[in-house]
């Protein structure tokens, strides 16, 4: 198991930029994949980025591309999300979540992503 705290949320206008962490513990984490996803309210959760054991794949939404860039740091155990030219749509909660796996399996297997932190609210305003 490994333990996710996100920190880095916060209200930005249209057009700004945010730096979302996650602070992880636990000697699961360097062999797995970690993601970041979101909801809104009123909606269902969604993949937002993954990124591989070591950091050499990472996986986008179509809709945050080229804006968000994911990343990790090992050896100080972090994930770290980028987010540039936010926009309102991006209004939403966003959590870490640690994967099973060693990277991305894609949108067919949610399973995959077993431990989760309580989430930061990003607020964009228009």
């Known amino acids: 198991q490994v333990q996710l705290v996100e920190s880095g949320g916060g209200l930005v206008q249209a057009g700004g930029s945010l730096r979302l962490s996650c602070a992880a513990s636990?000697?699961?984490?360097?062999?797995?994949?970690m993601g970041w996803f979101r909801q809104a309210p009123g909606k269902e959760r969604e993949f937002v980025a993954a990124?591989?054991?070591?950091?050499?794949?990472?996986h986008y939404k179509d809709s945050v591309g080229g804006r968000f860039t994911i990343s990790r740091d090992n050896t100080k155990e972090m994930v770290y999300l980028q987010m540039n030219s936010l926009k309102p749509e991006d209004t939403a909660v966003y959590y870490c979540?640690?994967?099973?796996?060693?990277?991305?399996?894609?949108?067919?297997?949610?399973?995959?992503?077993?431990?989760w932190g309580q989430g930061t609210q990003v607020t964009v305003s228009s």
């Open positions: 979540a640690a994967s099973r796996a060693s990277d991305y399996r894609g949108s067919g297997y949610p399973e995959d992503f077993t431990s």
């Open positions: 636990g000697r699961t984490f360097r062999s797995s994949a």
């Open positions: 990124i591989s054991w070591s950091g050499g794949n990472m």
